[in-house]
Each structure stands twice: as structure tokens, then as C-alpha cells.
T-cell receptor, first 112, second 115 residues
Framework: DTEVTQTPKHLVMGMTNKKSLKCEQHMGHRAMYWYKQKAKKPPELMFVYSYEKLSINESVPSRFSPECPNSSLLNLHLHALQPEDSALYLC???????????FGPGTRLTVL | DQQVKQNSPSLSVQEGRISILNCDYTNSMFDYFLWYKKYPAEGPTFLISISSIKDKNEDGRFTVFLNKSAKHLSLHIVPSQPGDSAVYFCAASPGVGGGSEKLVFGKGTKLTVNP
């Protein structure tokens, strides 16, 4: 089973809203990732968690706040986003240390 | 500085023929290479990978070739099917144990397989 699930599938939010994206995997992977993907562009890494600790933050604005409550779950808390933050947000997981990353279906986020 | 390059933004082939997607890289530390397939509004799906100790890896209709000296890899799909129509991303990393969980992606090649 190589499934990573993400909820919600679609999200529309205003610039003053607070919302969260959720990601779950049950493959026993101890590395989890958040990516942002704009249309016709490759995925762009945002954060990496390894063994539930934040190991990489690619200089992402603080209006994006990741959280890894346990080894199977990854959240991305959103607050005061801008319209240019509208994108497909992808979660991925892998064995730690660099290995094949398996992606979820993504959350399509629209910021009005 | 683009470390992984997919120079063909699009490719069109006939059903049943071979599709060849190319990828070049510049960083000699890259040691592990992957191909992902992506449909619109979905997450990338892992297709096939290859590590630098091999020059070929095959999985069904998909074969990846690696030429380390040329820093070039290619994905062959034989025979191509209309369901293969998607964007294909090449990705590279310093590999397992290389200490980096960062995948570097190319910009993608849109494959269209015509019936």
C-alpha cells in the first residue's frame, strides 16, 4: 500500500480565515513533506519532517505553519493567506534519509 | 540554476509506438533518479526509479536508462497507450543515506498519446 491521503480535496478561504490541511499515511514512513505546486510548474518543497521533527523549512512565510502530531499525520495550518498562495498543496512521505517519495492527491486551495 | 532539465515541454506520439522522455542533470552528487507521472489536479504518481549503480531499470512497459558520464536519463514507454497521456516529471536526489530529503524536479514534459 503506497497511499497518502489528504483532506480536504478543495478549499476556498478568505484572506482573514484560518484553516488547516491534513495529510495521513500508514506506510510506516518517518519522513513527511509539504509541497506547493502552481499550474505548469514542478512541485516546490516547503517543509520536511523527519521523525516528527521539522528538519527543513524552505524559507516559507510564517502564514504557513506545519505540525506533525505523530508519525502518521501531518498538518499545515493556514492563516492570513494572500491570493498568490492559491495553488495545489501536496503532501508526500518516504523513508527518512532520502528515498522514493509517495505523494497524496493534493488539496486545491483558492484564496479570495 | 536549473539542476534538472527536461528540455522538451511536450511530446506527441501515436498509440502503440515508443515514447522517449529525456532528462539531463548538472549536479554530479545526484545519485538517485525518479520519474513521476501527473494528471491535472492530482498528485504526482511514482513510476520508476534508478540508482547510479545501475544503467537500466525496467518495470513492465516502463524502462529508465541512466548515462552517468553524460548526466542524462531517459524514460521509455513501450507500447504507448492513450492513458499514458500526462505530465512526466524527472526528479533527482543525492540518494538514500545521502543526507538529503530534497528532491530536485525538472519542469516536466507533457506527453500526449494519440489513438
Amino acid at each position: 500500500d503506497t497511499e497518502v491521503t489528504q483532506t480536504p480535496k478543495h478549499l476556498v478561504m478568505g484572506m482573514t480565515n484560518k484553516k488547516s490541511l491534513k495529510c495521513e499515511q500508514h506506510m510506516g514512513h518517518r519522513a513527511m513533506y509539504w509541497y506547493k505546486q502552481k499550474a505548469k510548474k514542478p512541485p516546490e518543497l516547503m517543509f520536511v519532517y523527519s521523525y516528527e521533527k521539522l528538519s527543513i523549512n524552505e524559507s516559507v512565510p510564517s502564514r504557513f505553519s506545519p505540525e506533525c502530531p505523530n508519525s502518521s499525520l501531518l498538518n499545515l495550518h493556514l492563516h492570513a493567506l494572500q491570493p498568490e498562495d492559491s495553488a495545489l498543496y501536496l503532501c508526500a512521505s518516504s523513508l527518512p534519509g532520502g528515498d522514493t517519495q509517495y505523494f497524496g492527491p493534493g488539496t486545491r486551495l483558492t484564496v479570495l | 540554476d536549473q539542476q534538472v532539465k527536461q528540455n522538451s515541454p511536450s511530446l506527441s506520439v501515436q498509440e502503440g509506438r515508443i515514447s522517449i522522455l529525456n532528462c539531463d542533470y548538472t549536479n554530479s552528487m545526484f545519485d538517485y533518479f525518479l520519474w513521476y507521472k501527473k494528471y491535472p489536479a492530482e498528485g504526482p504518481t511514482f513510476l520508476i526509479s534508478i540508482s547510479s549503480i545501475k544503467d537500466k531499470n525496467e518495470d513492465g512497459r516502463f524502462t529508465v536508462f541512466l548515462n552517468k558520464s553524460a548526466k542524462h536519463l531517459s524514460l521509455h514507454i513501450v507500447p504507448s497507450q492513450p492513458g499514458d497521456s500526462a505530465v512526466y516529471f524527472c526528479a533527482a536526489s543525492p540518494g538514500v543515506g545521502g543526507g538529503s530529503e530534497k528532491l530536485v524536479f525538472g519542469k516536466g514534459t507533457k506527453l500526449t498519446v494519440n489513438p
